[in-house]
């Protein structure tokens, strides 16, 4: 199996705070990882490591088997941050606008041409948001906003999709939707990375799972996960997973 990301002794310091210290871990075509950890264990930090938002202090990073200092295929990663549908507040412009956006890279300077325009289409179908297409992406709920985000990736034609925390403030019935749609864009090929707080979720929707608290605890498929001591040795005490059956 190709890997996508492969991350080799990495490490990461804010001054002299660790946050990730010698992660070494890859993530193959087509998986679907889970990321987990307690508030402050360095999820988010290595979540943009892996997509060259941040340089590493030791070890080395690869986006598509090539450094991810020199990557430049920002089209294959579609990644929606975290409160990204908070800042969506403030923005004028309207959920096909949005999408439109996840074309930029394919058209240049150039306007965008009857495939672009197919492609947001098609983007905004998948996700189940054409109704929604000239609503300003404001107006819109937290998981409706989420999917727009996600149209924005499929245009994009993205290979690796990064989630960091995307169902915060969503309600249960959405972020139900929301997971069935992940699903759904996996089995089609596309490889997720995805930060939830929710370890139950994640147990029950991921194929693999890393557990992290600035050195990494576990890395493998989820069954193995379950078995093992990493939740009670990243969390301490207070870790435990709560079933979620659907």
């Known amino acids: 199996m190709t890997d996508v990301v492969h991350l080799e002794n990495v490490s990461f310091s804010y001054g002299e705070q660790p946050a990730v210290a ?32 941040l340089e590493p202090d030791s070890g080395r990073v690869e986006l598509f088997g090539q450094p991810v200092s020199s990557f430049d295929q920002g089209e294959r990663i ?16 309207t959920v096909r606008e ?11 300077h150039s306007r965008l041409a009857e495939e672009d325009r197919d492609a947001v289409d098609a983007a905004l ?15 819109l709920s937290g998981g409706q906003r989420q999917r727009a985000y996600i149209a924005r990736a499929l245009a994009s034609e993205a290979d690796l999709l990064a989630l960091d925390e995307p169902t915060v403030g969503v309600d249960a019935e959405s972020r139900d939707a929301f997971y069935q ?3 759904s864009l996996n089995d089609r090929g596309i490889t997720i990375v995805l930060i939830e707080h929710d370890i139950g979720v994640v147990t029950d929707r991921v194929d693999h799972i890393a557990c992290l608290n600035t050195q990494l605890y576990h ?16 969390y301490g005490a207070s870790g435990r997973i709560v079933q979620h059956h659907h």
């Open 22 to 53: 010698d992660v070494t871990l890859s993530v193959g075509a087509g998986e679907f990882l889970g990321l987990i950890g307690p508030n402050g264990s360095g999820k988010t930090t290595l979540l943009h490591l892996l997509l060259g938002l």
């Open 78 to 93: 579609g990644y929606v941050s975290q409160g990204a549908t908070d800042r969506a507040e403030t923005m004028p412009v």
């Open 98 to 108: 949005v999408v439109r956006m996840g074309r930029f890279a394919h058209a240049g």
């Open 125 to 139: 179908a998948t996700v189940d948001i054409e109704n929604l297409a000239e609503r300003r992406i404001g107006s």
């Open 181 to 183: 749609l992940l699903a």
């Open 219 to 234: 890395h493998g498929d989820t069954e193995s996960f379950v078995e093992s001591d990493a939740l009670a040795d990243a």
